[in-house]
């Protein structure tokens, strides 16, 4: 006679179980919950551009498929994404970047991770202002680090030098920048942030610069991305990109870091046993997302104004 068998818990690993679910997808699947319901449900959760991706983007995306390209990539994209992205830098920002500093990840967020867990050791310390977005701190949960909050409502949510000098430890291993920051929409000042990034250099503390929203900045503030920083301000920095906000991508999860050769290849190594390559075609349409004629752009991003033309985050 068989027995029923004992219920038992799953196992979770000690590195999961200290991880905390995303509020955001939690937010949105309650959201996509009560509409199934046919409530009306005004969702803040996840950021949503409310305009569509850019024709040409998605053109690009058909012609990719009909050209056959559906077949498995280099770990850190095509050839032609990486050389799209290095000229992009190059053209907004006058900065040269070599494919060997390159690679296309599958979304902003898998860049974070894979330079968080590339470089972060048990103990180590990591640095973020708050309000901050939520995965930075379990990401570096997960790689065994010890998030560290800087707070920042005293100066009206907006990051500086001073503050981050106070929060140094003997332990700090990297920070987190995020301008335009997410939640709190505030843009660190130029010049404020080479003075971070010169105290940083200066303590050997490397740097991840999370630039989702680059260029969700309206006047006074200018578009400006870490990557424009003299070579010497560059040796631990890490952008983190993502094509989701700018271009209406979402969905299409693509991402890309530029980092220093050597974080770059410890970071391929641990793409190529996740996720291996981002997907084939978000690559070929990512690509033209970024050499793209600008007549193109959503018009929101051709204007000085918010939300010019009904195009906003949601």
């Known amino acids: 006679m068989m027995t029923k068998p004992a219920a038992t818990s799953f196992p979770v690993s000690n590195n999961v179980s200290k991880m905390q679910p995303s509020s955001t997808l939690a937010a949105m699947q309650a959201a996509e919950a009560l509409r199934a319901a ?29 050209a056959g390209q559906t077949k498995y990539t280099p770990t850190a994209g095509t050839r032609q994404l990486q050389q799209a992205i290095i000229d992009f830098y190059a053209r907004e920002f006058g900065v040269e970047y070599e494919r060997s500093q390159v690679m296309g990840t599958s979304g902003g967020k898998q860049a974070v991770f894979n330079a968080v867990v590339s470089l972060i050791n048990p103990g180590d310390e990591v640095l973020m202002a708050k ?21 920042t409502e005293e100066t ?46 200066e303590r050997g503390i490397y740097v991840i610069s999370d630039e989702c929203y680059l260029r969700f900045v309206y006047p006074p503030a200018q578009v400006f991305s870490a990557a424009s920083l003299p070579m010497e301000l560059r040796s631990r920095l890490c952008i983190a990109g993502s094509f989701s906000k700018t271009y209406a991508m979402t969905g299409w999860r693509m991402g890309y870091t530029l980092a220093p050769r050597e974080w770059t290849q410890a970071m391929l190594k641990v793409q190529s046993h996740s996720t291996s390559n981002p997907n084939s075609i978000a690559q070929r349409a990512a690509a033209e997302a970024f050499n793209g004629h600008k007549s193109q752009w959503p018009q929101c991003w051709l204007s000085t104004q918010p939300d010019a033309d009904g195009c906003s985050m949601r």
Request: hydrophobic share 45%.
């Open 156 to 201: 009206g949510f907006l990051l500086n030098a001073d503050q981050i000098e106070q929060a140094i430890t003997p332990r700090t291993r990297l920070i987190i920048l995020n301008s335009p920051s997410n939640p709190s929409g505030r843009v660190i000042p130029t010049a404020e942030f080479k003075r971070i990034m010169e105290l940083l250099t």
């Open 38 to 66: 046919g409530v009306n449900v005004v969702d803040f959760g996840a950021g949503e551009p409310d305009f569509d991706t850019p024709d040409n983007i998605k053109q690009a995306a058909i012609e990719a498929m009909r």
């Open 131 to 151: 309000p901050y977005w939520v995965t930075f701190p379990e990401i570096v949960v997960f790689a065994g680090g010890t998030p560290v909050f800087i707070e």
